[in-house]
């Protein structure tokens, strides 16, 4: 009934491209150019140099990118600019090539890199609404609680990083437990907990299922030790709490 809700959102991740690509990409096109080195200016080499760089940092990886612009600087350096075979550069002109090559580097790098974590975080974020809106359908098919229940759990788990996730019909507060509050807020006895230092992993975390006012029950929490959930986490667990407590309403509500 449930079978997208305990999955995470769909991020594919795959590893960065090997130092020896990203470094030897420059070193192959610049093999390329040095038997016309003659015949065109160092800008126009160096402008297809930004090309390869270009195309390492599109993959949003950091340190493959920086090699690579790294790469296209040292060779330029050594096959491009006189004199030719040395790492020296006397001409004014192409001290400043070098250096436009390594900043714009960095500088696509930083952009595709920012690029590539916006969509990570659209793809998480599409990923939290398709969880929400499965448990939703299920609620307005009357489909069955449990296992809306052990669905909601599942996803809770992974949401929160916990160790352990039990749902309580018709219990809140026993064992003065750490609460997760409906703004996302986690509260204590004494205190607001600061999530940046993570969840309290010395206690337990309730998250109070209700609807309309009335309490149906809790899903109580273990987290894991420096377990660190974002505010946007933490409010798709309360709104996937909200669709099982909907659930509940209507199948056997449970009074304070």
């Not at 933490?234 to 996937?240: G, N, P, S, W, Y």
Request: net charge negative; charged share 20%; aromatic share 6%.
């Amino acid at each position: 009934m449930l079978s997208r809700l305990g999955a995470g959102p769909a991020v594919g991740h795959q590893g960065p491209p090997g130092s020896d690509c990203c470094a030897g990409g420059p070193l192959a096109l610049i093999a390329i150019l040095v038997p016309f080195r003659h015949d065109f200016p160092n800008t126009d080499a160096a402008l297809a140099l930004v090309l390869v760089v270009v195309a390492v940092a599109a993959n949003g990886y950091r340190l493959a990118a920086y090699l690579a612009a790294l790469s296209a600087a040292v060779w330029f350096d050594f096959f491009l600019t006189r004199p030719y075979e040395e790492f020296a550069i006397t001409r004014r002109e192409d001290i400043e090539t070098t250096v436009l090559l390594l900043v714009i580097g960095a500088a696509v790098t930083e952009l595709a890199v920012w690029a590539r974590h916006q969509h990570a975080a659209a793809s998480r974020r599409a990923g939290y609404l398709d969880g929400i809106n499965a448990a939703a359908h299920a609620v307005a098919a009357g489909g069955s609680t449990a296992e809306l229940i052990e669905q909601v759990s599942a996803r809770l788990t992974e949401l929160l990083s916990l160790r352990s996730c039990e749902f309580q019909y018709g219990k809140a507060g026993l064992g003065r437990p750490a609460r997760l509050q409906k703004d996302g807020r986690v509260v204590t006895e004494r205190r607001t907990w600061d999530v940046a230092e993570g969840l309290p992993d010395d206690t337990d975390l309730e998250l109070l299922v209700e609807y309309g006012g009335v309490l149906q029950g809790r899903f109580l929490m273990r987290p894991r030790p420096q377990a660190h959930p974002t505010l946007e986490q933490r409010l798709v667990a309360i709104a996937l709490a909200d669709q099982v407590g909907a659930s509940l309403a209507g199948a056997h509500p449970v009074d304070i």
